[in-house]
């Protein structure tokens, strides 16, 4: 349902499951993916909070907080959590990602030599 065209219908469903039980992390977890496939970026970006202060070391919830907020531009608060992500994972996606906003970091600050 989220990965498909029905992340609203499935935002639906978690709602009032969510405000019975807030600390379903699984739940949560789901709804901030659908949020964030809605681009719903503020919303996705609520829950994934939450979630990094119940469980700093969730890898899947950094890197998506990161993702988030490199969606809306906030490339200097994106890069700690997608580096976090990177470090704990090492996974290549993680990796790319850090390296994409680092470059963008770069850009808009005008100096490509800010990479190192």
Do not use: C, N
């Amino acid at each position: 349902m989220i990965e498909g065209s029905a992340p609203l219908e499935a935002i639906a469903l978690l709602d009032p499951v969510l405000q019975d039980a807030p600390e379903a992390t699984g739940l949560r977890t789901l709804r901030a993916w659908a949020y964030f496939k809605s681009a719903q970026l503020r919303r996705a970006e609520a829950d994934l909070h939450q979630l990094v202060e119940q469980s700093p070391t969730d890898v899947w919830a950094r890197f998506a907080l990161g993702r988030v907020l490199e969606r809306q531009s906030r490339y200097a608060e994106a890069l700690p959590h997608l580096r976090l992500a990177a470090v704990m994972s090492g996974d290549a996606e993680h990796e790319a990602g850090v390296l994409r906003v680092e470059r963008r970091l770069a850009e808009s600050s005008g100096s490509l030599d800010d990479l190192t």
